[in-house]
């Protein structure tokens, strides 16, 4: 599974319609308004690094009303729930 990371910059009138749109995108799992100097995170988690282009470029960045888009694959995923199970013995 390929996870990317998209930070999304919208014209501020449209936020909340572009936000829908892109979390309605085959591959999109979450969408998240932020604050700082990004509008929107979307988490694309698609099968094969081919598919990341289909749908950040041919279908996200295509939305009305986006108006840039930073592109970030991830390497790994750490957590605190794939920490636990790491050091884990088993024992309930």
Known sequence: MITAIVFV???VHQIP?????IAALDGVSEVYSVTG????IALVRVSHVDD???????KLNKITG????ETHIAFRAYSRH???AAFSL???
């Open 9 to 11: 910059n919208a014209d």
């Open 17 to 21: 319609e572009v936000a829908e749109q």
């Open 37 to 40: 100097q990004i509008d929107l």
């Open 52 to 58: 990341v282009a289909a749908v950040v470029a041919d």
């Open 66 to 69: 986006v108006t840039s888009t």
């Open 82 to 84: 794939d920490l636990e």
């Open 90 to 92: 088993g024992l309930d």
